[in-house]
Every structure is written in structure tokens, then in C-alpha cells.
């Protein structure tokens, strides 16, 4: 099997969105109710620069799943802090790709100089709910009935992975 992970660039927008826009209709993992348009996805990729990736892993030249960090919040004192994306092709789960390309974001985050890293999970989503456990990312708080999809209301844990240890603290 030929695979690569690798930077993603602009001629993977379609796949993104693609593998993306299966869970919006089918899935609480995104609080997204309508499928996106290529144009969405485009700007979102474009408001990515080199200090927020977007990856891709790939099967046979074939993208199968992407990850990315992407800025946590505007305001500049939140510049330590990005939160993760992952999305694999629905035909592609339990093969280990989620976990590879979210320990790839770790060390791209800690290159990059991040401290914090935050993933949003909807709590009936155990696989991320078990993914984001198993790779050391501490649920620090948890909304009740925050999101409405197919019908009924749903809770949103947040994670935290902190990276480094801050001297500024001690
Ligand atoms: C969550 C997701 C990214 C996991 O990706 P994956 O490639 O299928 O997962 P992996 O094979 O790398 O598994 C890594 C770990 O995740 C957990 N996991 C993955 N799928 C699971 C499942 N169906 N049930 C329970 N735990 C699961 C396990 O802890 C697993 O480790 P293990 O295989 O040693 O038990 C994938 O299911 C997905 O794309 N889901 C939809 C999008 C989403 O929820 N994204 C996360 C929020 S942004």
C-alpha cells in the first residue's frame, strides 16, 4: 500500500469537502446541517496559513482523511492555542489513520510553538470521544444540550492537550 501524509494544498478541496460534508448529513460529529459548497471549503482553506496545517493522508495518490489546526479564537492572547480538526472517509475508520494524523498535528503543533490544543467532541461520538482520551487530551468541560441535529439536543465535551510545560507559571 502506497500511503503519504503531507501538507494539503488547494487541489484537495474537493476530497476535503467530500469526506467532510458525508458526516454533515449523516453524523453529530459537525453541528453542520447543510452540506458545504466548494467555496466554503476554499476559504477555510485559505484562512489557513503555514502556522495553522491542514493535512492530508493519502492511499494511492487518493486523499482518505485530512486533519488541521486552526486558529482557537482572534483575539492575540489566544495565539498559543489552535483547536484540531480530523475527518477520515467513512470507508477508511479503524485502520489507525485518525491516530497518525493527529500525533502528525502534535508535533507540527509543538514545531510551530503551540501550548494548548483544543478539540470540540459532540459526547455521543465515542470514537472521537475515544480517540482524543488515548492520545492524552483531558476533557476540561462539558455543555449540555448546546447543538440541536436530527431532532434532538446534544452535548459538546472540550478537550485540552497542553504541550509544554510554561515556566511563566512557576
Ligand atoms: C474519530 C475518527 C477520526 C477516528 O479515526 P480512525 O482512523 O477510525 O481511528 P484509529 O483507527 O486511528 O483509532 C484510534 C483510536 O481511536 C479510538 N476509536 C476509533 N474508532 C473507534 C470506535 N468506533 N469506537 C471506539 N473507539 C474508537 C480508539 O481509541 C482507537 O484506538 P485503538 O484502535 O487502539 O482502540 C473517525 O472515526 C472519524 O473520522 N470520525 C468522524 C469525524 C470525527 O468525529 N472527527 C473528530 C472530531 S473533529
Not at 476533557?139 to 515556566?167: I, M, N, P
Amino acid at each position: 500500500m502506497d500511503t503519504s501524509l503531507r501538507l494539503a494544498n488547494e487541489s484537495d478541496v474537493d476530497a476535503i469537502s467530500e469526506i467532510y460534508n458525508h458526516y454533515v448529513l449523516s453524523s453529530t460529529c459537525t453541528f453542520h446541517l447543510d452540506p458545504e459548497t466548494r467555496d466554503d471549503r476554499l476559504a477555510w482553506f485559505r484562512a489557513h496559513d503555514d502556522r495553522h496545517p491542514v493535512t492530508v493522508y493519502c492511499d494511492d495518490g487518493t486523499v482518505v482523511a485530512w486533519a488541521s489546526l486552526t486558529q482557537w479564537h482572534p483575539r492575540p492572547a489566544y495565539s498559543g492555542t489552535a483547536e484540531i480538526s480530523v475527518y477520515i472517509d467513512h470507508r477508511w475508520h479503524r485502520r489507525g489513520i485518525g491516530r497518525k494524523l493527529v500525533m502528525d498535528l502534535i508535533q507540527r503543533a509543538k514545531a510551530l510553538g503551540f501550548h494548548v490544543l483544543i478539540g470540540g467532541v459532540c459526547t455521543e461520538q465515542q470514537a472521537s470521544m475515544a480517540l482524543h482520551h488515548s492520545l492524552g487530551f483531558v476533557e476540561v468541560a462539558r455543555f449540555t444540550e448546546v447543538g440541536r441535529k436530527f431532532d434532538r439536543w446534544l452535548d459538546v465535551a472540550y478537550f485540552q492537550l497542553t504541550l509544554g510545560k510554561d515556566d511563566s507559571r512557576s
